[in-house]
């Protein structure tokens, strides 16, 4: 008999803890709860939820499809369909694989009655619109925005929110730009109300500056980015937080703080893979164009090849990688791939079948193939470049087809007209604010300007575009915000001082006090020793009651195999979802369709054999390491965050400076006053 009280108890332990945010002890309480008598159909749903906000991705989609089942068993069917569409949504934003959000939205359709409208007809409508966005189906997705807008409007707010997210951008897509970035305002302002649940409210904040991002309105997106981390330092959940920083490290680059920029994207990276799979290829690109602008060649190709491996598009970063490596005639042959047949990738910012998703490659185009000579190459891709800014309306777009025509004319001899471009291209990628492709232009404007036997300005353009990459290849990992100069001598000094139960904390002259916890023992190591990396092993060994058994033990024996039983098992029903999408796919002729879901069939078979040996045998790897990854990167961002709460300069400074994954560090800017008093 099952033991009602004990589930009744760890039930509304779980609900209390999920109630405060603490989301791994509501995670453990629902699954004491599961333990004790189960969790019917309301109970289930919660747990989901919950699973997804620890950062248990497989079993919350375990857990709506568990839901699914049974409701469609019990007869439920709108119960049943709105269970399937949380799995749908969640493989949408979370894994990048299509053909499995095709098939359990085709399971949801096939229990909704169209005639009686419900949310769960809303958020049919709204994943099916993205779907059809990021498979390249503009006029099905159009259809489906207007119906997720129409239906959610009177059933289901969030599932609205979403769908005008989409509508703005396939207006954009259009090329109606003002008003595609009006109806993008409208949503972005309508979901700072605070109305929306915290996921729906992330996947609206985070698609808007995806779509901000890939039309290079750069300081819109930056405005964006901004409003979505203030509200993610103490709302987001599930992969949110790791997508907040993917964006702002794109800011960071863009604005020529490379080495900060590096930092937050490999803590994105950190963050990001307990959920995403395929789609950490997207922070791993960003990692790589990074590098590429560091002067650290080897590191953007290993980054772009890893993003590559998870079969995300690493192009044009791995052309230009090539171009700066000297083998300018790989790197002319694959980007002439990339245009020719582009991996269909639903990337988030740059939708397949778009001007915007073509731009990138053309710029990339018309460097390489001038470095080789090929101008009649060069002219097109510039020609349709140029085209694309037009049609889009963006200053960088537009800075970028000046470079172009700049980098052809000079090419073709044309000194007088290529000053002028480089000089345009110059004045536009300062007035984005983007100093790495402004010191670009100046190097070339610098070259335009030999040319014409100008060596006084060549020689300041050149001199003042070398001082800025190199301040972006070597700066210190800085927000670049200046101090007023150094703090009086009698400010009390930064303080990180454990006093029993409580932290001592000290910072610019503001004390407060912090509650002990492993994350603040973790930090009190960090600081003491700034520039140094801590293996996290270390870290947990250090924080035991007997640090040599705990680092012996850690180190020692089988430490488990790279995917548990329940990844594999996900996996597997996956690779089932996408056989049975190939094969509609060829019912309908879809070649494109097809094309996507082998794809991704050759991602899951790598996965999968990455980690099984031969004889079907588990390939064991690191497993403590990755807990004691996990563990300690929950514990400082913890702390960190309830030093925030009481001093938010302090937090803003630990969000630059502290890095975590296997390796955890501090890392200061040199230019501040250095040192903590431990």
């Given amino acids: 008999m099952a033991d009602t009280s004990g589930e009744e108890i760890a039930l509304g332990r779980a609900r209390d803890a999920a109630a405060r945010g603490a989301w791994a002890d509501a995670y453990t309480g629902y699954l004491e709860a599961r333990g004790s008598g189960g969790l019917g159909p309301a109970e289930l749903a919660e747990f989901a939820s919950v699973a997804y906000a620890a950062g248990h991705l497989d079993v919350a989609i375990e857990t709506w499809e568990r839901l699914h089942e049974e409701l469609s068993r019990l007869g439920e069917d709108i119960g049943a369909a709105g269970a399937a569409v949380r799995v749908a949504m969640h493989l949408l934003f979370d894994t990048a694989l299509m053909a499995p959000v095709r098939g359990w939205l085709h399971r949801a359709e096939r229990l909704l009655d169209p005639a009686t409208p419900t949310p769960v007809h809303a958020w049919f409508a709204a994943v099916r619109a993205f779907e059809r966005l990021l498979s390249g189906d503009l006029d099905a997705a159009r259809d489906w925005a207007d119906q997720a807008i129409e239906t959610g409007s009177h059933t289901d707010p969030a599932a609205a929110a979403i769908g005008r997210v989409a509508r703005a951008r396939l207006v954009i897509l259009d090329?109606?730009?003002?008003?595609?970035?009006?109806?993008?305002?409208?949503?972005?302002?309508?979901?700072?109300?605070?109305?929306?649940?915290a996921l729906s409210t992330g996947v609206v904040y985070c698609e808007l500056v995806c779509a901000l991002q890939g039309l290079a309105q750069y300081d819109l997106a930056e405005q964006w980015t901004e409003a979505m981390e203030r509200w993610a330092r103490t709302n987001a959940i599930g992969s949110l937080h790791g997508r907040c920083r993917v964006h702002r490290a794109e800011i960071l680059r863009l604005r020529g703080q490379c080495a900060h920029a590096e930092q937050q994207v490999l803590l994105a990276c950190d963050e990001l893979r307990p959920y995403v799979r395929r789609e950490l290829g997207w922070p791993l690109t960003e990692l790589g164009r990074i590098r590429l602008r560091r002067g650290d060649l080897p590191g953007a190709e290993e980054a772009l090849l890893a993003a590559h491996g998870l079969g995300w598009d690493p192009e044009p970063g791995l052309s230009l990688v090539r171009?700066?490596?000297?083998?300018?005639?790989?790197a002319a042959a694959a980007i002439r791939e990339a245009l020719a047949r582009p991996l269909p990738v639903p990337s988030k910012e740059l939708p397949p079948a778009s001007g915007l998703r073509r731009a990138p490659l053309l710029d990339a185009q018309v460097r390489i193939a001038v470095a080789r000579g090929d101008l009649e190459t060069a002219r097109a891709a510039a020609r349709e470049l140029d085209e694309v800014a037009v049609r889009f309306e963006s200053t960088a777009l537009a800075a970028s087809a000046l470079r172009a025509r700049g980098d052809l004319l000079l090419a073709?001899?044309?000194?007088?007209?290529?000053?002028?471009?480089f000089t345009g291209a110059v004045r536009a990628w300062s007035q984005v604010g983007a100093p790495y492709e402004t010191a670009e232009c100046r190097l070339r404007l610098a070259d335009a300007q030999g040319a014409l036997g100008n060596l006084r300005a060549e020689s300041l353009e050149r001199s003042a575009a070398r001082a800025e990459l190199d301040r972006i290849a070597h700066g210190p990992a800085t927000d670049g915000s200046a101090t007023d100069g150094p703090r009086a001598e009698t400010a009390e000094p930064d303080t990180f001082v454990r006093e029993g139960d409580h932290w001592r904390v000290v910072f610019d002259g503001r004390r407060t006090t912090v509650r002990d916890s492993k994350g603040m023992h973790h930090l009190a190591r960090l600081f003491a020793a700034p520039g140094r990396e801590f293996h996290v092993l270390d870290l947990v060994a250090a924080d035991s009651d007997d640090p040599a058994a705990a680092g012996r033990l850690s180190r020692a024996g089988d430490l488990g195999p790279l995917l548990d039983d329940r990844a594999?098992?996900?996996?597997?029903?996956?690779?089932a979802d996408i056989e049975e999408d190939i094969e509609d796919a060829r019912a309908d002729n879809d070649a494109a369709r097809q094309e996507q879901a082998g794809l991704e069939r050759e991602f899951l078979i790598n996965e999968l054999a990455r980690a099984v040996g031969l004889g079907g045998r588990d390939r064991h790897a690191g497993l403590a390491s990755e807990r004691a990854r996990a563990a300690v990167t929950q514990a400082v961002r913890k702390a960190i965050g309830r030093l925030r709460e009481a001093c938010p300069a302090l937090g803003d400074h630990l969000d630059r400076t502290v890095s975590t994954g296997t390796y955890c560090a501090y890392a200061p800017d040199p230019r501040l006053p250095s040192g903590w008093s431990t």
């Fill in 175 to 197: 090329g109606d730009v003002p008003r595609g970035l009006e109806l993008l305002d409208e949503a972005g302002t309508a979901v700072m109300t605070g109305d929306l649940d």
């Fill in 323 to 330: 171009l700066a490596g000297g083998d300018a005639d790989t």
């Fill in 412 to 421: 073709e001899g044309d000194a007088v007209g290529a000053e002028a471009s």
């Fill in 568 to 575: 594999k098992q996900m996996y597997r029903r996956r690779l």
